[in-house]
């Protein structure tokens, strides 16, 4: 963790979020072509995923032996789920308010949970490891993705949206305890509630037990939460003081 080989790959993402928000400046492409593009970025994310982390496994007979896909690879981090949520948005719903719900709690998951995942790199840093590309790649991509639903008022971040936020956060968190005891053979992490996304972490450890590890994650989460919608939620409040006017 910041190192060259991380720092390089962080400016990287910065130029890919740059870009991004360039091209979208430029060309000013609909709502619907971004939510594809996003889905076409997603799916190739997760073929890359598949294609380094399919391991043989070699049993006592022929119905226990095969190739699989190691479970700690499978789709349920925070920013992996975003996949599913652009399924849904893309294919399966279609009241524009639960479209909007989501879309809501998709920007700042996406935005606060994926440059979360930049600065602490699960995947490592080696410039020849593929996952590596695909994991910051990905990331840079959502966070771009992200910060143009607001830029293009897409959405709107209320007090409510916040509030509600928490609660879907919180939610899925409980949903990962889950996950992480059905994999518990293969010690899965899916969000970080299983343990510390790393070693040697200032506030988030085991030092005092999972327990107060995990309420201290989710005082962290709400805080966090809280200070990354704050802005914009003034900021909307004054533009629709000055349209009253």
Known sequence: MFTTNHFILLISSIAIIVTYLLIQKKFNFSYKTKLIALFC?????????IMVNMVPIVGNSFE???????QESLP???????LFFVIFLLFFI???????????????????????????????VAFNDPQVYQYFIYHA???????DLVMSNIIRVSWKTL????????????????LNSMFQDHATNFMFVARPPLEGMPILNLKHG???????L?????????????????????RDAKLNK
């Not at 509030?163 to 889950?178: M, T």
């Not at 805080?223 to 003034?234: D, E, M, Q, V």
């Open 218 to 238: 989710v005082i962290l989460a709400v805080i966090a939460l809280t200070i990354f919608h704050t802005p914009f939620i003034l900021t909307q409040k004054n």
């Open 76 to 82: 349920f981090h925070l920013c992996s789920i975003q």
């Open 210 to 216: 999972w327990y107060d590890y995990y309420v201290k």
């Open 94 to 124: 279609k009241q524009e308010t639960t479209k909007q719900i989501l879309l809501e709690f998709m920007f700042p998951t996406m935005c606060l949970g994926a440059s979360i995942s930049l600065f602490v790199p699960t995947e490592g």
């Open 163 to 178: 509030i509600r936020n928490i609660c879907l956060l919180f939610g899925f968190s409980i949903l990962a305890i889950y």
């Open 64 to 70: 226990t032996s095969g190739t699989y896909l190691t």
């Open 141 to 147: 991509y959502i966070i771009a993705f992200a910060i």
């Open 41 to 49: 970025v997603g799916i190739v994310s997760e073929i890359v995923k």
